[in-house]
């Protein structure tokens, strides 16, 4: 059974440019949420999508959004880089009809030059 | 901000007990209290959640005290291997599709040969 599974793992971008970020949750679960970590912090949360909306949202900018697919994977896209937005970005998944626990991924380590 | 409050760091022999606290003085009746730890350079891993009885797993146990105001992760014989940052996260009960967690600094638990 596939756990969460996040790509690319690695990538590097310099300032202004935009990244994408994939992540496919745990075989039978339906909502993925999105953390970003910076080095040295405990995760923080950007959204979460259930039924390909977004449902919650942390304190994060416009220039963070996201998609769900009706596969339930998901999307997170950064646009206009700022050197702050070097950390790692965790996919975390769950079932909304389960007690909610929460799966995390290894997740993506961007870097902004 | 978080709603724990937990010592940044401990140090554990190998093959010890090691008892990890955590305070959470403002939890509302509809909170469980969760336990995540996040091994150095991979995402967060789940290991147990209680409401107010004690509970335990494979993993580990948790002891709730009866006010609900503080609760105790504990790791029955520590390993190297269970060297990490530890959470501990209050969370609604029902949180269904909800995937916010709310991560505080967290313990850095040391397992010493």
């Known amino acids: 059974d596939a756990g969460v599974t996040q790509s690319p793992t690695h990538l590097i971008k310099t300032r202004g440019q935009q990244v994408t970020l994939r992540c496919s949750p745990k075989s039978g679960h339906d909502t993925v949420s999105w953390y970003q970590q910076a080095l040295g912090q405990g995760p923080q949360f950007i959204f979460q999508?259930?039924?390909?909306?977004?449902?919650q949202r942390g304190n994060f900018p416009d220039r963070f959004s996201g998609h769900q697919f009706p596969n339930y994977s998901s999307e997170l896209n950064v646009n206009a880089l700022l050197l702050g937005d070097s950390a790692l970005y965790l996919c975390?998944?769950?079932?909304?009809?389960?007690?909610?626990?929460?799966?995390f991924g290894e997740g993506s380590r961007l870097t902004v030059l | 901000d978080a709603k724990t409050t937990q010592p940044t760091s401990m140090d554990c022999a190998e093959g010890r007990a090691a008892n990890l606290p955590c305070n959470h003085s403002t939890i509302s009746g509809n909170e469980y209290v969760y336990w995540y730890r996040q091994i150095h350079s991979q995402g967060p891993q789940y290991i147990i959640h209680?409401?107010?009885n004690n509970e335990t797993n494979e993993m580990a146990s948790l002891i709730i005290t009866e006010d609900r105001k503080s609760s105790t992760l504990i790791l029955p014989h520590a390993t190297l291997r269970d060297t990490a940052v530890y959470y501990c996260?209050?969370?609604?009960?029902?949180?269904?599709?909800?995937?916010?967690?709310?991560f505080g600094q967290g313990t850095t638990l040391q397992v010493k040969p």
């Open positions: 209680g409401l107010k």
């Open positions: 999508y259930y039924e390909e909306e977004e449902r």
């Open positions: 996260i209050v969370r609604p009960v029902r949180s269904g599709n909800t995937g916010k967690l709310i």
């Open positions: 975390a998944s769950s079932s909304a009809t389960d007690t909610g626990e929460l799966f």
